[in-house]
């Protein structure tokens, strides 16, 4: 199976693009990457059915973000290592100033940020 950027539409009327989905071609079945469904199920949470609209995963989910600079022309000559890095102390630099503005939500969110990228990189590594 091949790992993919796919558009998923919700309801009918929701686009959600840059979802991470294994697509096999042969037998034309695809199903979620796993390590994203969390995020992809918060993000259903909160849309509002009524209305049309598209999102772009990538701003929900770190693996997504990751998965759609790899495949961007820009980042052709950057190596995945050298791009998790850049995210990780971009998130760091982020959680420096939420600590400083004492805003614990953000913290929270930047922690939760990380813990996608680095409880996946451990996993790729072990």
């Excluded at 004492?102 to 996993?123: H, K, S």
Aim: some cysteine.
């Amino acid at each position: 199976m091949n790992l993919r950027l796919r558009t998923v539409i919700y309801r009918n009327k929701t686009e959600i693009e840059n979802v991470p989905i294994f697509s096999c071609e042969p037998c034309q079945r695809s199903e979620l990457f796993p390590a994203v469904k969390p995020q992809l199920t918060a993000l259903i949470r909160t849309l509002n059915g009524q209305e049309r609209k598209r999102v772009l995963f990538q701003d929900y989910s770190e693996l997504a973000n990751l998965l759609y600079k790899l495949t961007s022309k820009e980042n052709a000559h950057v190596s995945v290592d050298d791009l998790i890095e850049e995210r990780v102390n971009e998130l760091l630099d982020l959680f420096l100033i939420a600590r400083s503005l004492n805003d614990r939500e953000w913290m929270e969110d930047v922690c939760q940020r990380l813990q996608q990228i680095t409880g996946n990189a451990m996993a790729t590594y072990s």
